[in-house]
């Protein structure tokens, strides 16, 4: 609708795509350089640089980093910080932009996925090193979304992990809209919240860290009493606290 031609990267490209799509694994060195360089030989050069590759699952802070941990940081902030090292040259020749899409959870952090909590804020650091570098050619935007409807939570339902009731949804149309706004407005906005009440938590966590800790604690503790997490041996250590009564 934008009259902008549109090539993404993706594991598995569907026939349904409505753009364009290579196939690539962003958790892959070698393949990544070659899969960009394909796609701006499609574009003629590069103006618009949005990285949502995007991978969650359940990922207790108090257990040992395992293969779900190192799989959401290669994907989460490895995988972007592969393809913006391989699209650096087109977007400084086009004076162009790079949109990340990260998380709420980047700054106000929810129990039990800390490896997407941890790899969307490395993403927002990673977007501020890159601003220092070229951005006096590139505008660098982070986006903010909170918790949208999708696959991406699938597997830690899965495990007995949903924090279902942690976190209020919000359509995907808003946050599309705010991506294009970080990528196509006027002004290189450096930080975007996708809704009102994004931009009211986000500006908690940074300020007022210990309303929104004793929130999230709150909530948590309404979950373990629910059941919600019965079962789950991901978080048997938090419901044996909370039910022991140790949280200081």
Known sequence: ELGAHVVGLDLAPRPDDPAEVLPCDLTDDTAVPGAVAAALDRLGGLDLLINNAGTGGPAPAELPPGDEVRRQLD??????????????????????????????????????????????????????????????????????????????????????????????????????????????GRRVRRDLATTRRGAAEIFLARHLPSITDRIVARTLAGRVRSGAFEGAEPAAGVVRRHRQGDRP
């Open 75 to 184: 994907i989460n902030l490895l995988g972007a910080w592969r393809v913006t090292a391989a699209c650096v040259d087109a977007l400084v020749a086009s004076r162009g932009r790079v949109v990340m899409v990260s998380s709420r959870m980047a700054v106000l952090q929810l129990p039990l996925a800390a490896a997407y909590g941890a790899s969307k804020r490395a993403l927002v650091a990673y977007a501020d090193a890159l601003r220092l570098e070229i951005g006096t050619h590139v505008g660098v935007s982070c986006v903010y979304p909170s918790a949208v409807r999708s696959p991406i939570h699938d597997s830690t339902a899965a495990a007995g992990l949903s924090l279902e009731g942690m976190s209020s949804y919000e359509p995907l149309e808003g946050v599309v809209d705010a991506v294009l706004r970080a990528g196509l």
